[in-house]
C-alpha cells in the first residue's frame, strides 16, 4: 500500500476506518476530515451521466438527474467495432464528469448477452467476450485520459433481472472463465479500473458480494486487480460476511449502521484490524488517487458533445437489408416517414442508465433541416399495441403517393428496461401489422428499427431495405438521416447474432424459468458459438453489417511466432464506388485439443476506412491465450500443439479467408506413461512406438498381420489401455517394464 495512505491510515480510530468501507450515502464516499480528505462523488454511468443532487434526507426518482448529453447505450457502441469511437466516449464522458465535479463513473457494464431476453441487453456490449472487453477497455483509456475513474461492472455472470438480487448463475468451471469471466479479466489487465462493481446475484450458490473466491482469489490473485471493489446498490446483505470475502466498500450505506456492525465485528475479533486496514485503505487510496487527478470545473462545449453523439452512432447502426439499393434515399425524390418513433424516437433505456437531455433531434426534425421533402403519417400510437386501423389507413395513402417509404418501429419503453426480463422478441401487434400492410400495398419499404436488443423480424423477406439503430441516444434523429441518405456511409457490425426466432436461442426453455437457479445448460455454447455448432439458420449473423460499397478480403499471409506474438496479416480492398469503412474479422478454429470447443471463436478485429478503389494491409496480432481453452482439472489456460484454422472475414458467416496451421510452439504437456495410457496414444507419440515396437513389435503385427483382422479391429485394439490388456492375459511385469522404459525414454 502506498506510504501516504498507510501514513492516514495510522491516523484513524477505528470508527473513522469502519466509516470508510460504506457509501456516505446514494453517490458517495465518506470524507476523512481528520485528515483533510474530502468525499468523492460517483454517478452512472455508461451512456451519459446521471447525477442526481438529492437534498438532504430526499430520495430521487431514477430519472431526476442534472442535463446531460445521451449518447448512444452500449450495443450500438459496440456495433462499431471501433476502439478509437469507444475512447472518444470515454474522454467525452471524463470531460463532463470533470464538469460536474464526478470522480468516478459507475461504469462501463460488459456482462455478456446471454440470452436475447436478458432486460439489461442495450447497456452490455456483445455476446462475444473479445468484443465487450476491447471496447470496455477503449471506453475507460478514454475516461483515465480525462482523470476520471472507471468501475466496471457488473461482476459477474449477471445475465438476468428476474429475481437479480437472490438467483444463482449456476454454470461449470470452463463457461465461467472462458464467457463471463474473460471480458472482466481483460479489461483489469489491460485497462485497470479503479473500481470493480459486485453484482446482485449469486454463482453457483454463493452471493457474488460475499464470494471470496471471486472477489479475492480469481480478481486479485490471480488477475493482479488492487483497486476497489464495490457492491452494487444494495446487494449487500451481510456486510461483515462481505468484508470477509474481500469488497471494499457497500453502496450505498446504511449511515451509523453500516459503520457500527464493522466496528462492532472487529471488537469482537470477526474482522480483523488487518482486513479492515486493506479494505479502508483501498478506498482510501482510490479517492486521493482521484482527487489529485480533479481538474478545474470547466463548462463542456454541449454543441460538440452532441456532434460527437452523433458520430458515435453513425459509426454503430448497422444496415441489415439493402435489396435492389433502395437506399441510400435518392435526392429529388419525395419521402414518406411512417411510424409515430419518426417523431418520438426512443433512443436510451430505462433504469439507472437513464439521463435527462436537454436536445434530442428526431429523425423527422433532423429530415427537415437537411432540405428532404419529407411527409409524415404515425401509422400507430405509440402508447398502444392495438392495430389502428385508421391510422394504418392514411400511412398506406400517405405511402402509395411517395418516391420512397421509410417505416419507424422498435421496442418502447415499457417493452425494456433494468430490472425485469423480456418474454418475447416481437414488436407491438400494431406496429408489426403496419409493417406488413405498407409491404402489401407499396413496392419498396425501408424498415428503421430502435431497439435494446434482438427482434424478431417475421416481414424481413417483405420489406427491402432494414437498417438497425439501436438505442442511438440524443442525436438519434441526426444519425439516422446520415445513414438514410448515405451522407455517411454505414460501417457497424452486429455484436449479437439476430436469430430467426426466440425459439432457436441457446438458452431458450432454460432462460428465466427458475427464480433460485439459472442453468447455463449451453455452457460455452453462445451466441454465434452455438449457432455455428448446430449449423443453425439466423436471420443476420455476429459481425454482420452492410455498407453502401463492397469489399473484397485477400492475401492472407500468418507470420511465424516471435516469443509470444503470431502476426497475420490480410488485404481489405474497397471495391466499390464510395469511400467506407469495415471491420475485419479473426477467427481462430482448434482442430487439436481433445475437449468441447465451437467451430469458430472471434480473436482479433479492427476497423478499417479504405477509400473507393483502394487497398488496406490489416494486421493482427495473436497470442497463446487465443489458442488456449480453460482446463478446469488443472484450473489453467491450455494451448495445445497440433492443427488449427484461421480465417478472415467480414462476419462470422462471411469468411473467404482461411488457412490452416499446425503450431508446434506451445510449450507441450509431458506425456507420463501409467496402465491407463492407451495404445493409439503410445503410438502417435515417436519415443513410446518406438519402445513398444521394440517390446512387443512382434505381438503386435501377429494380431494385426492376422488375415481377418479389419481395419475396425484394429482401430478397436488401439482404443485400449495398457491395463486392459494386462486385465486380458497380458503379463503385468512385461507391461510394467514397459511403462518404465517408455517414461525413461520420455525423460531423456
Ligand atoms: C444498477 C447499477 C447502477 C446502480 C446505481 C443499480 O441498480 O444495477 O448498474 O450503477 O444501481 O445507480
Redesign the pocket.
Known amino acids: 500500500m502506498d506510504k501516504k495512505v498507510l501514513a492516514v491510515l495510522d491516523q484513524l480510530t477505528l470508527e473513522q476506518k469502519a466509516a470508510l468501507v460504506s457509501g456516505k450515502n446514494?453517490?458517495f464516499t465518506a470524507a476523512v476530515d481528520a485528515a483533510n480528505i474530502s468525499a468523492i462523488m460517483m454517478?452512472?454511468?455508461?451512456a451519459g451521466l446521471?447525477k442526481q443532487i438529492p437534498k438532504e434526507g430526499e430520495t430521487l426518482s431514477?430519472n431526476a438527474s442534472v442535463k446531460a448529453i445521451s449518447y448512444p447505450s452500449a450495443a450500438l457502441v459496440a456495433s462499431t467495432f471501433d476502439r478509437s469511437l469507444a475512447r472518444d466516449l470515454g474522454q467525452h464522458l471524463g470531460e463532463e464528469a470533470q464538469a460536474e465535479n464526478i470522480s468516478l463513473l459507475?461504469?462501463p457494464?460488459v456482462n455478456i448477452k446471454r440470452s436475447p431476453l436478458g432486460g439489461?441487453n442495450f447497456?452490455y456490449y456483445s455476446e462475444d467476450p473479445l468484443v465487450a472487453g476491447e471496447i470496455g477497455t477503449a471506453y475507460i483509456n478514454g475516461l483515465h485520459d480525462k482523470g476520471i475513474g472507471a468501475?466496471v461492472?457488473?461482476f459477474a455472470a449477471?445475465n438476468r433481472e428476474n429475481h437479480?438480487f437472490t438467483n444463482s448463475s449456476d454454470m461449470d468451471e470452463r463457461t465461467l472463465r472462458e464467457i463471463y469471466l474473460a471480458p472482466f479479466e481483460r479489461i483489469i489487465k489491460q485497462a485497470h479500473p479503479e473500481a470493480v462493481?459486485a453484482?446482485?446475484n449469486k454463482i453457483n450458490g454463493v452471493l457474488n458480494v460475499q464470494n471470496e473466491r471471486l472477489l479475492t482469489d480469481i480478481l486479485r490473485q490471480e488477475w493482479g486487480f488492487t483497486g476497489v471493489v464495490m457492491s452494487?446498490?444494495?446487494?449487500v446483505a451481510d456486510h461483515v460476511a462481505s468484508l470477509q470475502a474481500g469488497l471494499d466498500l457497500e453502496?450505498?450505506g446504511k449511515g451509523d449502521a453500516s459503520t457500527s456492525e464493522i466496528v462492532d465485528a472487529v471488537k469482537a475479533g470477526t474482522i480483523t484490524d488487518e482486513q479492515l486496514d486493506l479494505s479502508a485503505g483501498r478506498v482510501l487510496a482510490m479517492v486521493v488517487s482521484l482527487l489529485d487527478k480533479k481538474s478545474a470545473q470547466v463548462p463542456y462545449d454541449r454543441g460538440e458533445h452532441h456532434e460527437f453523439a452523433r458520430k458515435l452512432a453513425d459509426g454503430g447502426i448497422v444496415l441489415l437489408q439493402n435489396k435492389d439499393h433502395v437506399l441510400p434515399l435518392k435526392s429529388g425524390k419525395s419521402v414518406a416517414f411512417i411510424g409515430a418513433m419518426a417523431e418520438q424516437p426512443r433512443y436510451q433505456g430505462s433504469?439507472?442508465?437513464h439521463v435527462t437531455p436537454d436536445h434530442v433531434v428526431s429523425a423527422l426534425e433532423a429530415a427537415k433541416q437537411a432540405d428532404l421533402d419529407v411527409q409524415f403519417a404515425s401509422g400507430y400510437e405509440l402508447s398502444k399495441t392495438a392495430i389502428d386501423e385508421e391510422r394504418e389507413k392514411q400511412a398506406i395513402e400517405l405511402a402509395q403517393h411517395a418516391d420512397q417509404v421509410v417505416v419507424f418501429v422498435g421496442y418502447r419503453d415499457d417493452d425494456e428496461s433494468?430490472?425485469f426480463d423480456k418474454t418475447n422478441l416481437s414488436l407491438p401487434e400494431n406496429q408489426t401489422h403496419l409493417i406488413q400492410s405498407l409491404a402489401q400495398h407499396v413496392a419498396h419499404v425501408s424498415v428503421v428499427l430502435a431497439n435494446g436488443s434482438v427482434v424478431e423480424m417475421p416481414w424481413r423477406d417483405q420489406v427491402d431495405a432494414i437498417v438497425e439503430t439501436y438505442l442511438a441516444g440524443e442525436a438519434v434523429g441526426e444519425a439516422t438521416i446520415d445513414i438514410l441518405t448515405g451522407h455517411v456511409n454505414p460501417s457497424g457490425k452486429l455484436a449479437e447474432t439476430f436469430p430467426v426466432k426466440l425459439a432457436d436461442t441457446p438458452s431458450y426453455g432454460t432462460f428465466d424459468q427458475s427464480n433460485e437457479h439459472e442453468h447455463y445448460h449451453e455452457g460455452i455454447f453462445v451466441g454465434y458459438r452455438y449457432y455455428d455448432l448446430h449449423h443453425q439458420a439466423v436471420a443476420f449473423p455476429f459481425g454482420f453489417g452492410l455498407s453502401y460499397t463492397t469489399f473484397e478480403f485477400s492475401d492472407l499471409v500468418i507470420g511465424d511466432w516471435q516469443e509470444d506474438n503470431l502476426q497475420v496479416t490480410a488485404t481489405v480492398k474497397n471495391t466499390g464506388s464510395v469511400d467506407g469503412s469495415t471491420v475485419p474479422q479473426l477467427y481462430i478454429s482448434n482442430l487439436v485439443s481433445p475437449v468441447e470447443k465451437p467451430v469458430r471463436e472471434l480473436r482479433q478485429f479492427d476497423k478499417v476506412a479504405v477509400a473507393a478503389g483502394k487497398s488496406k494491409m490489416v494486421t493482427f496480432t495473436l497470442h497463446a491465450r487465443d489458442f488456449s481453452w480453460f482446463d478446469a482439472d488443472n484450473m489453467t489456460w491450455q494451448a495445445d500443439n497440433g492443427l488449427y484454422e484461421i480465417a478472415v472475414g467480414s462476419s462470422s458467416r462471411d469468411l473467404p479467408l482461411t488457412k490452416q496451421l499446425t503450431i508446434k510452439h506451445f510449450a507441450s504437456q509431458p506425456l507420463v506413461v501409467n496402465m491407463d495410457t492407451y495404445l493409439n496414444v503410445l503410438l502417435a507419440n515417436e519415443t513410446t512406438k518406438s519402445v513398444l515396437m521394440q517390446m512387443f513389435g512382434e505381438q503386435l503385427a501377429q494380431f494385426t498381420n492376422q488375415d481377418d483382422a479389419s481395419a475396425a479391429d484394429q482401430q478397436m485394439l488401439f482404443n485400449t489401455p495398457l491395463r486392459a490388456l494386462v486385465a486380458g492375459g497380458f503379463p503385468v511385469a512385461a507391461v510394467q517394464a514397459f511403462i518404465d522404459q517408455s517414461n525413461a525414454a520420455l525423460k531423456k
Open positions: 446514494m453517490w454517478t452512472d454511468g455508461p446521471r431514477v459507475l461504469g457494464g439489461r447497456e468501475t461492472k457488473h449477471n437479480r462493481m453484482s446482485y452494487d446498490w444494495m446487494a453502496m450505498p433504469g439507472s442508465s433494468e430490472g
